[in-house]
């Protein structure tokens, strides 16, 4: 049995609602052919598809098109599905290292950002966080502490994100997400360091470096979106003698981010 679906989208060519004849195994058996062309049957051609806009209706019921219709549709291009919005936030068990220090605990709450999301064509999910939604808390002494002792008053990191962007496998739980930011390094009112300029790639998977030559692991994302993604980044030298020599930049430092994905 044939059923008709009506494609809402228009061209200026198209006079009223395209109709398709639909078959259960997802054929689309005649694909307007008369509305391009009263007198002739023939499936219309690509530039056709493209005047009209039908081949971005066609291809958003991702349905499969017939034979004759087949040829007009190939390497037209095909939009992303839209996942809706993804939302991150950033939790307390988080880690940092940097250069030779020892790592110190990070309280990350409060942080995260919103993207939308669009499916790729492995179902993956892309997210790219809106800069001006995207926040990650100060690294200081109500954030930060080693061996749970709180780093001294008066120390402060401003972490200022310029970039984060990536995918997410909800089938199997792996993130990997390209991060970028700025990391401004102060000491009260006295000293202001150069910036830190911070490039890595945040995975759930596994990651390691030069001065962190162990192999760090992230944690996959679970079914309530909970993940820890972990990267390495080598920062470069700031030219800020007190700083470079200080942290031996060039050098490594890793982070260990605890937080949360969620998709409506």
Same mark, same amino acid.
């Given at each position: 049995?044939?059923?008709?679906?009506?494609?809402?989208?228009?061209?200026?060519?198209?006079?009223?609602?395209?109709?398709?004849?639909?078959?259960?195994?997802?054929?689309?058996?005649?694909?307007?052919?008369?509305? =391009?062309?009263?007198?002739?049957?023939?499936?219309?051609?690509?530039?056709?598809?493209?005047?009209?806009?039908?081949?971005?209706?066609?291809?958003?019921?991702? @349905?499969?098109?017939?034979?004759?219709?087949?040829?007009?549709?190939?390497? #037209?291009?095909?939009?992303?599905?839209?996942?809706?919005?993804?939302?991150?936030?950033?939790?307390?068990?988080?880690?940092?290292?940097?250069?030779?220090?020892?790592?110190?605990?990070?309280?990350?709450?409060?942080?995260?950002?919103?993207?939308?999301?669009?499916?790729?064509?492995?179902?993956?999910?892309?997210?790219? =966080?809106?800069?001006?939604?995207?926040?990650?808390?100060?690294?200081?002494?109500?954030?930060?502490?080693?061996?749970?002792?709180?780093?001294?008053?008066?120390?402060?990191?401003?972490?200022?994100?310029? *970039?984060?962007?990536?995918?997410?496998?909800?089938?199997?739980?792996?993130?990997?997400?390209?991060?970028?930011?700025? #990391?401004?390094?102060?000491?009260?009112?006295?000293?202001?360091?150069?910036?830190?300029?911070?490039?890595?790639?945040?995975?759930?998977?596994?990651?390691?470096?030069?001065?962190?030559?162990?192999?760090?692991?992230?944690?996959?994302?679970?079914?309530?979106?909970?993940?820890?993604?972990?990267?390495?980044?080598?920062?470069?030298? +700031?030219?800020?003698?007190?700083?470079?020599? #200080?942290?031996?930049?060039?050098?490594?430092? @890793?982070? @260990?981010? *605890?937080?949360? =994905?969620? =998709? +409506?």
């Amino acid at each position: 049995m044939h059923a008709n679906l009506h494609l809402l989208k228009r061209g200026p060519s198209l006079s009223k609602s395209t109709v398709i004849k639909y078959q259960p195994h997802h054929t689309v058996v005649v694909a307007c052919h008369n509305y =391009f062309s009263p007198s002739k049957n023939r499936a219309p051609s690509r530039s056709q598809l493209i005047r009209t806009g039908l081949g971005a209706s066609i291809a958003t019921l991702g @349905l499969e098109l017939a034979p004759e219709a087949a040829s007009a549709m190939e390497g #037209f291009p095909v939009a992303p599905q839209s996942q809706g919005q993804v939302a991150m936030r950033t939790l307390k068990d988080s880690e940092l290292i940097v250069s030779f220090f020892p790592k110190f605990a990070y309280d990350a709450r409060g942080g995260g950002g919103l993207s939308d999301g669009s499916v790729m064509d492995d179902g993956r999910v892309g997210v790219k =966080f809106d800069i001006d939604s995207l926040n990650i808390p100060d690294v200081y002494y109500k954030t930060a502490s080693f061996v749970g002792v709180p780093i001294v008053p008066g120390l402060r990191i401003a972490i200022l994100p310029s *970039s984060l962007e990536g995918w997410i496998n909800r089938s199997t739980g792996e993130a990997q997400l390209q991060f970028n930011a700025q #990391f401004d390094f102060t000491a009260g009112s006295l000293y202001k360091a150069a910036p830190l300029l911070i490039n890595t790639t945040l995975t759930t998977e596994s990651v390691h470096g030069k001065k962190h030559s162990r192999q760090r692991k992230g944690v996959r994302l679970d079914s309530n979106g909970y993940a820890k993604l972990v990267g390495v980044s080598n920062v470069p030298k +700031t030219g800020d003698k007190f700083m470079d020599n #200080f942290l031996r930049l060039p050098t490594d430092a @890793l982070a @260990l981010m *605890s937080c949360q =994905f969620m =998709f +409506t």
